[in-house]
C-alpha cells in the first residue's frame, strides 16, 4: 500500500530555516509528479510548490526564492527546505502526488505543523 508521512515540523523564530520531510514507498518518486501543500487554521488548503519527475521544480509566488523542494530516490524521501521563515508560513504541511493521474483525495495524511513565532 502506497503511504506518504510528512515529518520534521516544528517551532521556529522568523527569519529562520526548517526541513521537512516525506517519506514515500518504493519508487513512487521516481515516477511521479509530488507537491507540498500547506493549511493554516480556518483557512483553505494551498499549493507551495512541485517536483516534477525530470527534477524540474515550481512554486507558489509566496515561498519562491525561499523554499526549494528535493527528492532522494535512494531514501524514498521528498524533502521541503525552508529558508528565510515568516509567521504567514505558519500551517501544517503536507506532501501528495501533483498529476491527474493518482487521485489525491486518497493520499492525505496527518501533516507536519510548522509554527513559525517569536
Do not use: H
Request: hydrophobic fraction near 30%.
Amino acid at each position: 500500500q502506497v503511504q506518504l508521512v510528512e515529518s520534521g515540523g516544528g517551532l521556529v523564530q522568523p527569519g529562520g530555516s526548517l526541513r521537512l520531510s516525506c517519506a514515500a514507498s518504493g519508487s513512487i518518486l521516481r515516477l511521479y509528479a509530488m507537491g507540498w501543500y500547506r493549511q493554516a487554521p480556518g483557512k483553505q488548503r494551498e499549493w507551495v510548490g512541485t517536483l516534477r519527475v525530470d527534477g524540474t521544480t515550481n512554486y507558489a509566488d509566496s515561498v519562491k526564492g525561499r523554499f526549494t523542494i528535493s527528492r532522494d530516490n535512494g531514501k524514498n524521501t521528498l524533502y521541503l527546505q525552508m529558508n528565510s521563515l515568516k509567521p504567514e508560513d505558519t500551517a501544517v504541511y503536507y506532501c501528495n502526488f501533483k498529476t491527474y493521474s493518482v487521485p489525491q483525495e486518497n493520499y492525505w495524511g496527518q501533516g507536519t505543523q510548522v509554527t513559525v513565532s517569536s
